[in-house]
């Protein structure tokens, strides 16, 4: 028990080795009211009085505003971060399609070469196929690209290849969309024989490819 606000020094005649030991407390202003001898007189402690629960005792846990702050900081940082992704997100896939123009502009000039009387290959399912042990490549199943760029479908990108001006098909164009623009990409990109990779970024999906548009630096 605390006799007079400020630092004392306490005896707890209730110690478990049993014997008297010192304990030093802060007596808080509102403590016992009763005056016993003066500040320095050791105070007896009260066995009951640790246990004694303190109104000024911290509570554990969060208040609602530190969780609304929490929140808040959160929503800032999904702002900041969402849209920074998404770029990277169109970059990548704008990459990966790039690189598929040049894989099917490659494979169309393989094409021609291997089978000169049928020309560039008509579209994409000519130049795919799987072709292990006894299966050998044909010009109707080439083995040029892979059955994922075959499906017409890409990392964000939808493809299409057209050879014509034949028999033999002298000529042909590529061309490659966003399948949603400024989500899986922005610009659509486009090839013809002379293997410049070329796209618009009008948000126009390309049907066609002149060989006028702007060439990839």
């Known amino acids: 028990m605390c006799w007079i606000f400020g630092r004392h020094e306490l005896i707890?005649?209730?110690?478990?080795?049993?014997?008297?030991?010192?304990?030093?407390?802060?007596?808080?202003?509102?403590?016992?009211?009763?005056?016993?001898?003066?500040?320095?007189?050791?105070?007896?402690?009260?066995?009951?009085?640790?246990?004694?629960?303190?109104?000024?005792?911290?509570?554990n846990g969060f208040s609602l505003i530190e969780l609304l702050i929490v929140v808040a900081i959160i929503l800032i940082i999904a702002a900041i971060a969402i849209p920074n992704l998404l770029r990277a997100r169109i970059a990548s896939n704008e990459s990966s399609a790039v690189a598929s123009v040049r894989t099917i502009n490659t494979a169309?000039?393989?094409?021609?070469?291997?089978?000169?009387?049928?020309?560039?290959?008509?579209?994409?399912?000519?130049?795919?196929?799987?072709?292990?042990?006894?299966?050998?490549?044909?010009?109707?199943?080439?083995?040029?690209?892979?059955?994922?760029?075959?499906?017409?479908?890409?990392s964000g990108y939808s493809f299409v290849a057209v050879g014509s001006g034949g028999p033999p098909d002298s000529t042909y164009y590529v061309y490659a969309n966003p399948l949603s623009v400024n989500t899986t990409g922005v610009r659509s990109f486009c090839s013809v024989p002379d293997a410049v990779v070329r796209y618009t970024s009008t948000g126009t999906a390309m049907t066609t490819c002149a060989g006028t548009e702007t060439p990839l630096e």
């Not at 014997?19 to 009211?33: F, I, N, S």
């Not at 094409?111 to 994409?124: I, Q």
Request: with cysteine; hydrophobic share 30%.
């Open 108 to 154: 169309m000039i393989s094409y021609n070469s291997t089978y000169p009387t049928v020309g560039f290959a008509a579209n994409l399912t000519r130049l795919a196929g799987t072709c292990t042990g006894t299966t050998i490549p044909t010009s109707a199943t080439a083995c040029l690209i892979d059955s994922q760029l075959a499906s017409g479908t890409k």
């Open 12 to 59: 707890n005649p209730v110690a478990e080795s049993g014997a008297e030991q010192k304990v030093t407390v802060d007596c808080p202003q509102e403590g016992l009211a009763r005056t016993h001898g003066s500040s320095s007189s050791p105070i007896v402690l009260d066995p009951g009085w640790a246990s004694q629960p303190s109104g000024r005792q911290k509570q």
